[in-house]
């Protein structure tokens, strides 16, 4: 398993597209789930690969042409930074960049399940998953084995404290800024496109402040 980082980063400057090439950086895979951000530079390309399970894909950064082989001829999707786009498992797909672009690949068991408005959408954007209503405004988008992801709407002026279980918990601000306050008082500032990966073997008790409408992403797979 790739070392989890147990710092603040930017997804967007530690995966900056190189010219001419694609860079795929694993971050995280085990028990059949795994986390990748690609970087891919202005036209460049990927081979059709078929893959055995499920994936779920967020652009982080500029555009990538999807090339789904599911019929003949094959057809092509456009992702924007922003949306979302869910492959079930034995499709062939490839990728294709007319720009720069970064996104993340996030892989699961066969046993994981969306919900029902999201699984029947193939292509779909962040902000339409959950309103900005207050510290419960969040939507379930996958449940698998010891699996989960949450996406959060917090809006500015949200206070509060948020206890988070064992295991590997990643969380991505998507929009706004939110202030991270973990056990030891150190405050992680988090802006639009940072993450941070929490220390897999114990539990944490944060406080979450914002100034800002915020939007947050949680992948949280349990040990």
């Not at 990538?64 to 992702?79: G, Y």
Request: hydrophobic share 40%; glycine share 8%.
């Amino acid at each position: 398993m790739p070392e989890v980082p147990r710092r603040l980063f930017s997804l967007i400057k530690d995966n900056a597209p190189r010219p001419g090439c694609v860079v795929e950086n694993p971050m995280l895979a085990s028990q059949g789930y795994g986390l990748t951000f690609f970087s891919m530079g202005e036209r460049t390309s990927t081979p059709a690969e078929r893959q055995k399970r499920p994936s779920l894909y967020i652009v982080i950064s500029g555009e990538v042409d999807i090339e789904i082989h599911d019929r003949q001829p094959f057809r092509t999707v456009v992702l924007h930074e922003g949306e979302v786009f869910i492959r079930h498992a034995g499709v062939l797909i490839g990728f294709r960049a007319q720009q720069d672009c970064i996104f993340l690949e996030q892989s699961f068991r066969d046993s994981v399940s969306f919900v029902e408005e999201i699984y029947f959408r193939e292509i779909m954007k962040l902000d339409e998953w959950v309103a900005l209503t207050g510290k419960d405004a969040y939507r379930t988008i996958l449940d698998g084995w010891a699996l989960f992801g949450n996406v959060y709407g917090f809006p500015a002026g949200t206070e509060f404290d948020h206890q988070v279980r064992k295991g590997v918990v990643m969380f991505i601000c998507l929009e706004g800024r939110i202030e991270l306050e973990t056990d030891n008082g150190r405050i992680l500032v988090m802006k639009p496109w940072d993450a941070v990966f929490l220390h897999p073997h114990r539990y944490h008790h944060l406080h979450v402040k914002t100034t800002e409408d915020t939007r947050a992403m949680r992948l949280w797979k349990l040990y």
